[in-house]
Nanobody
Framework: QVQLVESGGGLVEAGGSLRLSCVGS????????MGWHRQAPGKQRELVAG???????TYSDSVKGRFTISIDKEKKTVYLQMNNLMPEDTAVYFC?????????????WGPGTQVTVSS
């Protein structure tokens, strides 16, 4: 099995920053991509950003220019630096991982971490 644990969420004022981390463990004998989705109350889960094991990143239009994703393949860790946060970024952020596919439809998920941005 694969386990993912997110950290770094919290409460921040609009315009502030947070850095999310996600560490993978378990049966990760191969790693192709990791990334983040989020789900706000009453809304569907949506892609935030994804990154391949060699560093090719994908961002949703809503976070481009504000968020930066990075990966440490050796540590099986993905980071999400979130700057200039806005109230509409409030959501539960879920870390995902694929062992073989480079897409952002992840097969494994963490439990999520809450991000709340106050206005």
């Amino acid at each position: 099995q694969v386990q993912l644990v997110e950290s770094g969420g919290g409460l921040v004022e609009a315009g502030g920053s947070l850095r999310l981390s996600c560490v993978g463990s378990g049966n990760i004998y191969s790693l192709a991509s990791m990334g983040w989705h989020r789900q706000a109350p009453g809304k569907q889960r949506e892609l935030v950003a994804g990154i391949t094991d060699y560093g090719r990143a994908t961002y949703s239009d809503s976070v481009k220019g504000r968020f930066t994703i990075s990966i440490d393949k050796e540590k099986k860790t993905v980071y999400l630096q979130m700057n200039n946060l806005m109230p509409e970024d409030t959501a539960v952020y879920f870390c995902g991982l694929n062992r073989f596919n480079e897409n952002t439809d992840f097969n494994f998920w963490g439990p999520g971490t809450q991000v709340t941005v106050s206005s």
